[in-house]
């Protein structure tokens, strides 16, 4: 195996990037704006040596202490022994969750998990859809193991030792535990194997896709046929209808293995619209979101940096962050949290340096849309500058476990491919696209897309290896700086010179100048390219090749010379708005479209940010001042700051609401279906603290109150927006009629009210008693769901409220990217922010501030506290399941440990060492 082999740009770990080691897109570090570079110096860690990354002996071995709240801090002489460590910690913590990725990523959950659920099962017309079946058929498509299977030897020699580790971990642990002493969830499932490096780097291409071609597989490509062809697979081997009963897949009969329960298929894809499906029409919603603060020497109080990290994403499933700190003495120690089955952290520190990251709102693909040659009656040419382009058909199979056999059914079907990539049924993403062969723009056509994501899944480990080496912000940049990526996320960063830095380094798309002036002329014209657009996709016509992506240097991405950047002394912040308010001080401008909107309205969520960062000694509706009396911040005051609690909202209009319910009294407010007093409520928000802690009384009236008057902004407002006060602007509330039975704010508070009638749910109730996370049981995929213990109060408020420490429901049937099932709201109530329509229950958190911490640099390094909200395990049997929860609705953050000697120290630690010894390359 040729370890060193590259094909692409890649980021071999420990070289200094832009001297002499054959990569390119590097630059000296021009092209940034505003910037101070303090002491920076870019002289890079130490190049790595072979016996740093690899075991040569093939023995692998790691330390493993274990401390409060499950946190494994592993250490290892080599890079491929530490990442042993990892995968042994996250199969144990995790095994359950982990196996299934595996799955998913190979296309293979109807092999073991039989054909699934109708992704809609409220809609009739879907259930010829069976989830797992077309999203197997999907990541097929997309080709996830077959890339990895291809790429792995390209991959640098770090990656490679690195994902070899993870997997031998892994197996380890399974071996050691057995299949039948597993977690409920996955106890005795086929589906949980020994796994291969290969595996696990599949795994990292469907990460790498999460806010891209990951949105497709519900539908959108494997509905994607021509006219006059059905999506519904057949089986792979035909046979005779009077053969015995099936042992095998040359046995099965056809005739009785229809897994789409008998409707045509064709039918329900020309009929096929967003809403019948489940999918996705506003992909600025991608159901991760985060806050992020690097805090600069202006700020602090020591004058050394600071940060906030403070995710949110789902409490279930995949997509969970799991907390470890990894050290190669000499080489790398980072204490972080990574999605599970990652092997590196992805949020978290070092001696010197911070990171933290929140989701961009850029761009990671554009659709194309194909003109179709009228002369060829099958509808797979298109016309590209006048030149024939044929659609290419590659043929797919999977393996489905039906009822009707003793193994899986192999079932194939057609798939297809334009220069871009795979196509896509247009009408299934938004009702105003056509289906393939349909009209749009005055003429026949198809849809496909292409991906920037689709070749950065080899840069995962390096480019996260690269920043955690990094002691400097000039080192810091190497990764991006030789066309690296971060996938989806924007990165804040802060050390301990006291340097901020933010960058928007995703993988977006490069237009040509003549490209974007083309589309803006698209825009202006075609009112569905225009709607796309603020939805977050970009719709470029196919027809020309002036819209394909401009090479250059990264693989058709913009390189780092083009890419929103800022440094600053002061602070850097996103809460998932675009790039250009990170400071509002210093706005960010000229960048390309594709990576969001500029000098538009802040979400009040960046709003309530921004404020806390202004005003650091003004705590608002809060007792909690963001910096203390000294408006210079800390790591222990940024993680109080955050469980504050305060609501942009709150503090903007409850005094006018309360005047309001001042003046009307017991009058009847009109509702619009009725009318009703609001003097219960009004009560209620009298007495409400104005925060979203556990005790606040009443709290819960002011989110059904804006959940109902939110969907009318920003008309109710009298001060417009102002891109030059984006943080304060629109404001202030459209002057109250004279009638208050008129009242818009009172008709919304009055409808608020009747929803929380209609549950049963005081307004005078504490928001711990209507506000509580639920844990599952662990329930294998197919099961039905259980709740394990008792619900948990849980602290936090909405987007719609303008909250900060962002909690929310998850009203998923299943784990986030999984099939295990979950308990959820049996249905919710429309404008309540997701109110369980079962009386009583409230809002079941499942979503929201999950690994989470404050940090600040001190004479003695870092200094951290928070926690992972939900916890280090899946495991309803595990120490590890709850234990951080408890902690979360206490407001009782852990201090994060960092140096051997607090690791020692903690009274709750364990220590092992593991050992395996593995085949050498």
Known sequence: MKLFKFKRPLLAAGVSLCLGVGLIGCSSGGGDDNVDSGNNTGTGPAALTASQI????????ARIQTTTGGVPHITADNLQSVAFGSGYVQARDNICIIADSIVRARGERAKYYGPGTPINP???????????????????????????????????????????????????????????????????????????????????????????????????????????TSPRPRLAVQTSATSPAPTSFADADPASTDVFNAKALAEFARSATPKSIGAKTDFNDRGMASNGWGIGSEMTENGKGALLANPHFPYTGNRRLYQMQLTVPGVYNVNGAGLIGIVIPLIGFNENIAWTHTVST?????????TLDESDSSYMTYIKDGEPKRIEERTLTIEVLT??????????????????????????????????????????????????????????????????????????????????????????????????????????????????????????????????????????????????????????????????????????????????????????TGYSPLYGKTNSILSPRTRMGLKMLENPTDPGLSTVAPAGSDGKFTGEEIIKALYSNRAYYAETLLDELRSRCDNAGD????????????????????????????????????????????????AQFSVDFDPQNPETTPSTPNAAPSNPAQDPMLASLARGLDRLDQVNIAYNARLGDVQ????????????????????IEWHGNQNLEGGFNIVRPDTDPVEDGTRYPRYAPADTIEDSGDLSSTPGEGWLIGYGTSWHFGLSFTDNGPEGYGLISYSQSDDAGSDHFEDQDQRYSNKNY????????????????????????????
């Open 122 to 228: 409220d809609d009739p017309e879907n259930q010829q859809l069976p989830v797992n079946i077309v999203t197997d058929f999907s990541y097929k498509a997309l080709g996830l193991y077959e890339k990895a299977q291809a790429e792995f030897d390209e991959l640098s020699a770090p990656s490679q030792a690195m994902l070899r580790g993870f997997a031998a971990g892994y197996n380890k642990y399974l071996a050691e535990t057995g299949n039948d002493n597993l977690p409920a969830k996955c106890n005795g499932g086929d589906w949980v194997f020994p796994i291969t490096a290969t595996d696990v780097y599949a795994y990292y291409q469907l990460v790498a896709l999460y806010a891209s071609g990951d949105q497709f597989t519900g539908g959108p490509i494997f509905l994607a046929v021509p006219p006059g």
């Open 772 to 791: 509580r996370e639920q844990q599952s049981a662990g329930t294998r995929p197919n099961g039905t769901p259980a709740k394990s213990g008792s619900p």
């Open 667 to 714: 009058t009847a407010i009109n509702t619009g279906s009725g009318s009703r007093s609001v003097a219960q409520g009004c009560a209620a928000l009298a007495n409400w603290d104005g925060v979203y802690d556990v005790n606040s009384t009443g709290a819960h009236v002011f989110r059904m109150f804006m959940a109902d008057y939110d969907p009318t902004y920003p």
């Open 362 to 370: 850029a761009q990671h693909f554009t659709l194309y849309d194909l």
């Open 894 to 921: 852990r201090k994060l440990l960092y140096r051997q000697a607090d690791i020692a120290a903690n009274l709750a630690r364990k220590q092992e060492n593991i050992e395996a010894t593995v085949e050498t390359e």
């Open 403 to 588: 009822d009707q056999a003793p193994v899986p059914l192999p079932f194939q079907r057609e798939f297809y491919f334009s220069e871009y990539g795979p196509m896509l049924a247009g009408n299934v993403i938004n009702a105003n696209l056509p289906a393939w062969g349909g009209e749009f723009a005055g003429r026949e056509s198809a849809l496909t897309y292409r991906d920037a994501n689709t070749e950065t899944a080899r840069q995962v480990v390096d480019q996260w290896l690269n920043m955690g080496r990094a002691s400097n912000l000039a080192q810091f940049k190497k990764p991006f700086e030789a066309c690296g990526s971060v996938l989806w996320v924007n990165t804040m960063y802060a050390d301990d010179s006291g340097q901020a830095f933010y960058i928007d380094g995703t993988s977006v798309p490069q237009l040509s100048p003549g490209a974007l002036q083309a589309f803006q002329a698209r825009i202006n014209f075609n009112p569905v390219v225009a709607g796309l657009f603020d939805a977050g996709v970009t719709l470029l016509d196919g027809s020309r090749s002036l819209n394909d992506w401009v090479e250059g240097d990264c693989d058709g991405r913009v390189p780092y010379a083009g890419a929103p950047k800022l440094e600053r002394r002061d602070y850097v912040q996103n809460s998932n708005d675009s790039y250009w308010a990170t400071n509002p001080k210093s706005f960010l």
């Open 54 to 61: 690899s075991a040569s002996d093939g023995k692998l071995s």
